[in-house]
């Protein structure tokens, strides 16, 4: 079998995040991956310990795994997305950019997904990001990190639809149709998603 050259990665690590992962976007996912021909990596340890970092960060570690240059791209994909049955292919991002979304939060990036070429361009740009004492925004650290090389490339917001219920943004979220549908760490958001999903036949 014809090895696939594309793979999506999630990190889901503690029993809390797995189980939600496995009830709300395992399956959707998993069919997302089987119908574009990805592979479809799920890290459930830590790749190396990180003091006083949270998890988030294992995301900026995986240029140290074996397997991490054998695609010709990577989407690292959080564990709290919500992938809908009709959401097309990845888009194909240029070697050295990092394709993204921008954050609700001002002159950052949403780490929520990254599409990328593994390539030394961006392991160094991940090694850089490793740098910051930040214990918590790692998106933070990356966006500072792109920055001189110009390396975030705008996607489409559909492929990382932050989804937030007190906000301008929720009829788009509703009723627009939105490919990845990112909760942003609240299980209430991803039961309601899931819910939506369902009920607008978009959903497994």
């Known amino acids: 079998m014809k090895q696939a050259t594309t793979c999506i990665v999630t990190i889901v690590i503690g029993e809390k995040y797995q189980q939600s992962f496995d009830h709300f976007s395992r399956v959707r996912l998993e069919r997302y991956c089987a119908r574009h021909g990805y592979d479809l990596k799920l890290l459930t340890t830590a790749i190396r310990e990180l003091p006083g970092k949270k998890l988030t960060w294992q995301k900026i570690l995986l240029p140290e795994l074996p397997w991490w240059k054998d695609y010709e791209q990577l989407c690292v994909l959080d564990s709290d997305i919500?992938?809908?049955?009709?959401?097309?292919?990845?888009?194909?991002?240029?070697?050295?950019?990092?394709?993204?979304?921008?954050?609700?939060?001002?002159?950052?990036?949403?780490?929520?997904?990254?599409?990328?070429?593994?390539?030394?361009?961006?392991?160094?740009?991940?090694?850089?990001?490793?740098?910051?004492?930040?214990?918590?925004?790692?998106?933070?650290?990356?966006?500072?990190?792109?920055?001189?090389?110009?390396?975030?490339?705008?996607?489409?917001?559909?492929?990382?639809?932050?989804?937030?219920?007190?906000?301008?943004?929720?009829?788009?979220?509703?009723?627009r149709h939105q490919w990845f549908y990112h909760a942003c760490a609240s299980k209430r958001k991803l039961s309601f998603i899931h819910l939506w999903l369902k009920l607008t036949f978009r959903g497994v």
């Open 82 to 175: 919500l992938v809908a049955t009709d959401a097309p292919a990845l888009p194909v991002i240029p070697h050295g950019k990092i394709g993204c979304v921008p954050d609700k939060l001002p002159n950052q990036i949403n780490s929520g997904v990254l599409i990328y070429h593994p390539d030394e361009t961006i392991a160094a740009c991940m090694k850089e990001a490793l740098k910051d004492t930040d214990p918590f925004w790692d998106q933070r650290a990356l966006s500072q990190a792109m920055e001189p090389n110009k390396m975030a490339l705008t996607i489409d917001s559909r492929f990382n639809r932050l989804f937030f219920f007190k906000c301008w943004s929720l009829p788009g979220s509703l009723f």
